[in-house]
Each structure stands twice: as C-alpha cells, then as structure tokens.
Nanobody
C-alpha cells in the first residue's frame, strides 16, 4: 500500500509563492511509480490536472495556466515530489492533491492515478 502525505499549503497574497511537498511511503516494497502529479480542485469544480513528472526520467508536463509559474520536481532518494508555485493568483485557490501512477498512461488524466493524498489547501488572496 502506498501512502502520500502533502504539506506546504496555506494562505498567501497574490504574487506570492508557496512550495508544496508530497512524501510517499510504500509498506514492504520499494516505491517506484511511473509518474507522480499534482491536481487541484476548487469549490464547485472538477479536480483538474496541474503538473506531472516521470519518476525515472524526470520529464515533466504542466497545464497551460501554470506554465512559467509552477515547477514540479522530485527527489527520488526521499520519495518526495514538490510543486513550487510562484506568481500565485486568486484563481489558483484550491485544494491541491498529490497522486501516484503505478504504470504508463496519460499523465494528465486523473483516471490513470492509483494513489492519492488527502490534499492541502492553498488560498490566494487578492
């Protein structure tokens, strides 16, 4: 079983920065997903893709609305994925979820992810 624990959310003013972390643990085996990603969900909206990273090669993918502002990275030794968020906007306000996919698939689709964290709230004030 894989557990994902997010941290780093909070309240920030527009234009500010936050860094989210997601620490993964896998009981009884080596943690080796195909990809990890961040999704977000604002009230009344569906959960949407933010960014993903291939665990072995480090290739990344981001949704257009965060390109140039958000950076996803990972530390394989620590089993941790990060989301550095700069130039935050009020429309970035949401609960941010970390997810892990165990096999190859469409990394932008939440349907491909097997494991999810509990989420961390990010609120950007104007």
């Amino acid at each position: 079983q894989v557990q994902l624990v997010e941290s780093g959310g909070g309240l920030v003013q527009a234009g500010g920065s936050l860094r989210l972390s997601c620490a993964a643990s896998a009981s009884g085996r080596t943690f080796s997903p195909y990809a990890m990603a961040w999704f977000r969900q604002a009230p009344g909206n569906e959960r949407e893709f933010v960014a993903a990273i291939n665990w072995s090669g480090g290739n990344t993918l981001q949704t257009d609305s965060v390109k140039g502002r958000f950076t996803i990275s990972r530390d394989n030794a620590k089993n941790t994925v990060y989301l550095q968020m700069n130039s935050l906007k009020p429309e970035d306000t949401a609960v941010y979820y970390c997810a892990a996919a165990s096999k190859y698939g469409r990394t932008w689709s939440r349907l491909e992810y097997d494991y999810w964290g509990q989420g961390t709230q990010v609120t950007v004030s104007s």
